[in-house]
């Protein structure tokens, strides 16, 4: 993660499922707010009508 935060910046991105929290979490250590693109592989629950909360929240 770290390797691709120095060679990428902020064009960095991990993407993401609802059992994926944990590369989110290493990936954001690299990189403070690095963007995390969530796939919808069909398998969650029905999208909720409001925005999600961002998971992992923000480390400050």
């Known amino acids: 993660m770290?390797?691709?935060a120095e060679t990428f910046g902020?064009?960095?991105a991990v993407t993401s499922s609802m059992e994926d929290a944990?590369?989110?979490h290493l990936a954001s250590?690299?990189?403070p707010g690095?963007?995390?693109i969530f796939l919808d592989?069909?398998?969650h629950f029905p999208?909720?009508?409001a925005?999600?909360?961002p998971w992992p929240p923000p480390i400050r």
């Open 41 to 43: 592989t069909g398998y």
């Open 22 to 24: 944990v590369v989110a």
């Open 10 to 12: 902020r064009r960095f």
């Open 2 to 4: 770290r390797w691709a």
């Open 47 to 49: 999208r909720p009508s």
């Open 51 to 53: 925005p999600a909360t």
């Open 29 to 31: 250590t690299a990189l």
């Open 34 to 36: 690095v963007d995390v």
